[in-house]
C-alpha cells in the first residue's frame, strides 16, 4: 500500500472505495478542535494536512464523494459507502489548495502536524500534552 520511491503518498477511505495520490504535502497541518471537525470525525480533533492541487488527484473512486456543506459555508467530502471524512473544503476556498484528513494515508510522511487550532470549542474532556501552538480560533488568532 506505501510507495514512496517516486514520492507518491497513498491515500484511501475506510472501505477502500475511494484512493488519491499526493506528489508534496505542504508544511503546514494541523489538529483541529472546532466542534464540527469532532463531530464530523467523531473525535477529539481533526487532523488536516495541505497539497497543491496540482498535487493531489483521485485515483479511483471520486464520484463516491458525498458533500456536506455546514452553515457557515465550509464544505466535508465523505465517502457516500462508509462516511470516511476525506476533503475539508474553507469558505473561503481559491482552489490552490486541497485539504485532506491525515488519517485516511496510507503513507508514512515525515512531516509532523505543527499546531493545534480552534481550541476555543474543544471537548472539555480532551486535554492537549504537546509543545505545539495552541490558537484559540484560526492560526491569525494569538496563541
Request: glycine share 8%; hydrophobic share 30%.
Amino acid at each position: 500500500m506505501t510507495n514512496q520511491t517516486e514520492n507518491i503518498y497513498q491515500g484511501e477511505c475506510l472501505c477502500g472505495s475511494i484512493k488519491y495520490e499526493v506528489t508534496k504535502i505542504e508544511e503546514q497541518m494541523g489538529h483541529c478542535h472546532c466542534s464540527m471537525c469532532r463531530k464530523f470525525h467523531g473525535a477529539a480533533f481533526a487532523t488536516l494536512a495541505e497539497a497543491k492541487t496540482e498535487n493531489f488527484r483521485w485515483v479511483e473512486g471520486e464520484t463516491l464523494l458525498k458533500s456536506y456543506q455546514a452553515t457557515n459555508g465550509t464544505i466535508r467530502k465523505f465517502c457516500e459507502n462508509c462516511g470516511s471524512s476525506l476533503i475539508f473544503v474553507p469558505s473561503n476556498d481559491d482552489g490552490k489548495l486541497v485539504e485532506f484528513s491525515l488519517g485516511t494515508l496510507n503513507s508514512d510522511i515525515e512531516l509532523k502536524p505543527d499546531a493545534h487550532i480552534f481550541t476555543a470549542s474543544g471537548a472539555n474532556w480532551f486535554e492537549t500534552n504537546d509543545d505545539l501552538p495552541k490558537y484559540p480560533e484560526g492560526r491569525d488568532s494569538k496563541p
